[in-house]
């Protein structure tokens, strides 16, 4: 990207050219503001983008692009205009009384504002038609509502809710709810529509947390996964992620049709599978399946992100399903670099570093104790030290609940340590150590008696451990 002239910005289409910067992911600001810059100019210029909604492709474009940058990227003057632009034809265009084209245009308005008393509400207008065309909402509809709200409190209420604006959101969640319980009803729910419906739940914490989350997750069970493609496996497997929730058939229906179509399935979408089934703990059924998936990374091993390779080679080393050829390509210097450019040009770098080299340490913490035969050394342990240092050393009640019940126990607080650090840096909540003769002793200082005792480590968990399936459905 650093080729592309800003001066000669304008002699690109914008379509081709949203592609290259959003593909690019990177932090340049000013590369970004010069494409919405223009973007702007031909607003005002050109009077066709008015006409047949043209303008909203720019909508669509500019809340994905700034729900990649997490937020952190904005253009206001841009935002303004479109938000402008939308409210006019939701109060005075035919535009703004057909369900699917005004759900297009509130989505841009919830999510950016720029209304009178836009700081306390949403305007009276988009909410009054939401609620009168409320039966007649599609499931990608309700997505674009709910997407637009999810924004606007994310960019622009994240420390507040206001009073006013908090009995809206109620209404908007009994529309979306009523919508959503309509579509589930019928008995030709397509995957696309019930992936849709779930992310639309998702978007919203107070609905996740009704009894229709679980409707909607259950009806994965009777779905006809014959239609299955790509783009639906990464959004189910986006939906089961965000949501914790497994649904073995639907993660079985995926694994399969990555075995069956082996020759056009490509790694990204391989990644997020596995990812997917490591996250929430599930064993696919078909142990060649991992080897299908093994062989579709080592293809596309130089077109997939770094991040999606750690990631991805980390769950075939949870299934001991790690190729030594795909071990050797991973740990040496072309692939650290190329990790190492890649942080260089990232577009979030408050957190996309350190994401990787977690993984990256993570992943050569697993090769070393899982694959030793591969010979690959453990060099994270300046960064393992760093991260522990930058770790607080506070422990939670149910932390010191267990400690004073192993004092109980064991009546003696030298029988058992805390916060252990192994050598490879996984943290131990609390070892108690044994001797032969399994009576409890004090840890001992010498490890030239290790043989002689037994450790046992306890881990304390976290509720986000647990999938969170309704138990009576399992």
């Keep these: 990207y650093a080729t592309v002239s800003i001066r000669t ?23 970004c503001d010069a494409y919405w810059a223009n973007i702007l100019k031909s607003l005002n210029s050109n009077d066709e983008e008015k006409k047949n909604l043209r303008f909203l492709r720019h909508c669509h474009r500019y809340m994905h692009f700034n729900n990649n940058l997490g937020g952190t990227y904005r253009f206001i003057p841009l935002e303004r205009r479109l938000s402008q632009l939308a ?34 509400k949403f305007p009276n207008v988009v909410l009054s038609k939401i609620i009168s065309m409320s039966s007649q909402f599609s499931t990608i509809d309700c997505f674009l509502l709910s997407r637009g709200v999810y924004i606007a409190l994310e960019l622009r209420f994240r420390n507040m809710i206001p009073s006013l604006l908090g009995m809206q959101l109620t209404t908007i969640d009994s529309v979306l709810t009523d919508c959503i319980g ?185 090769v070393c104790l899982d694959y030793p035969e591969a010979n690959v050394p453990w060099f994270q342990q300046n960064y393992l030290e760093a991260q522990l240092s930058k770790k607080h050393k506070n422990r939670s009640k149910f932390g010191d609940d267990v400690k004073n019940l192993l004092n109980a126990v064991l009546s003696d607080d030298s029988f058992f340590s805390c916060n252990h650090i192994t050598p490879y840096g996984y943290q131990i909540d609390f070892v108690i150590h044994f001797d032969k003769n399994r009576k409890p002793i004090p840890a001992p200082a010498e490890t030239t008696i290790l043989d002689r005792i037994t450790k046992f480590a306890i881990l304390l968990l976290r509720l986000d451990s647990f999938c969170e399936n309704d138990l009576t459905a399992l």
């Design 87 to 120: 409210m006019e034809l939701i109060e005075n265009d035919v535009s703004g009384r057909l369900p699917s084209k005004f759900a297009r245009l509130a989505a841009f308005v919830l999510a950016y504002g720029h209304t009178p008393f836009g700081w306390k």
């Design 182 to 366: 309509r579509h589930l009803e019928s008995k030709y729910l397509s995957i696309f529509d019930l992936n849709t419906i779930v992310r639309t739940l998702g978007y919203r914490k107070s609905l996740k947390n009704k009894t229709i989350y679980q409707e909607a997750l259950s009806r994965y069970n009777q779905l006809d996964y014959s239609e299955l493609n790509s783009r639906l496996i990464r959004e189910m497997a986006y939906n089961f992620n965000i949501s914790n929730c497994i649904v073995p058939s639907a993660m079985e229906a995926m694994f399969t049709y990555i075995e069956t179509n082996q020759k056009y399935v490509i790694g990204e979408t391989v990644e997020k599978v596995l990812s997917c089934a490591y996250n929430l703990g599930y064993m696919p059924q078909s142990e060649a399946v991992l080897n299908n998936a093994a062989f579709i990374l080592k293809r596309d091993f130089e077109n997939m992100s770094g991040l999606s390779i750690v990631q991805a080679c980390l769950a075939l080393c949870y299934y001991k399903s790690m190729p030594e050829d795909l071990i050797d390509k991973v740990f040496c210097v072309k692939f650290i670099q190329r990790i190492e450019e890649e942080i260089h040009v990232c577009y979030s770098k408050a957190t996309y570093p350190e994401r990787v080299l977690n993984l990256i340490m993570k992943l050569n913490r697993t």
């Design 9 to 31: 910005l304008s002699t690109y289409p914008a379509t081709e050219y949203f592609q290259i910067i959003r593909a690019l992911k990177i932090s340049d600001s000013k590369i």
